[in-house]
Every structure is written in C-alpha cells, then in structure tokens.
C-alpha cells in the first residue's frame, strides 16, 4: 500500500483579506498546499514563528503589511531549517526589491500580478 504524500504545511503573511482568502483557496486546491496558520502583520508573524519552527514548510510573505514588513519576517527567519523555504509574493517585485527579499533570505520573489502560475508550479514542486 502506498502512502500519499503529506499536504504542504504553508505559513501565509497576507495583510489583504481578499488577497488571502483567495491565495487561501489556491494552494489548497491547485497546489494540494494545508495553510497552518495566517498573520496579517510582522509582529503577530513573528510570535507565531516563535511558536511553532517547524510547523511549517513553506513561508508566504507579503512584503507591505499593515504593520512591519515581509523582510522583517525574512530576517526572522533567516536561519531556517534545510527542509523549509520561504518566498515573497508582492505587486512590488522590481530589481531592487528582489535583490533586497533575496539578502533577507527569500529562495524566491513572485509578483503576485505577473507569476501567480509560477509561484503555485513553485509550490506543487515543493510537496
């Protein structure tokens, strides 16, 4: 008997309810993704890090939050486990932006208008 592969166990950092709810639904029925847990913020994204390490395998960080930002999470968790990957999803992803997700620790940048496809073929490969 096969066992089937264990869901993709996503962080999500998404201050826009209607971006989230959608991104929500997304990696769960295009990506096989389960969402562990959600922040809005940098400071309530931190707390639950600090919480839970390993309860995640995939981080998806907007980068302009109601409060903080996405790099400050990067930062955060910078010194992550080898099996755990985290990738910014902004409306922002210009050169210099890239470039400064990428020092902060991001394995990769999607512009959320642009490579939403990319970013969820990013997840499929990941579970």
Request: hydrophobic share 50%; proline share 2%; charged share 25%.
């Amino acid at each position: 008997m096969t066992e089937l592969p264990m869901p993709l166990a996503v962080y999500l950092v998404e201050d826009v309810e209607i971006i989230r709810d959608s991104l929500i639904e997304a990696l769960e029925d295009l990506a096989g993704a389960r969402i562990v847990a959600t922040a809005q913020d940098e400071a309530g994204a931190l707390a639950w890090l600090r919480r839970h390490p390993s309860a995640w395998k995939l981080a998806v960080i907007d980068l302009f939050l109601t409060q903080g930002s996405g790099i400050g999470v990067l930062k955060a968790i910078a010194n992550r486990g080898a099996d755990q990957h985290a990738v910014v999803l902004t409306n922002y992803a210009t050169a210099d932006i890239r470039q400064r997700c990428m020092n902060a620790g991001a394995n990769r940048v999607f512009d959320k208008s642009t490579q939403l496809e990319e970013f969820l073929d990013y997840c499929r490969g990941l579970a």
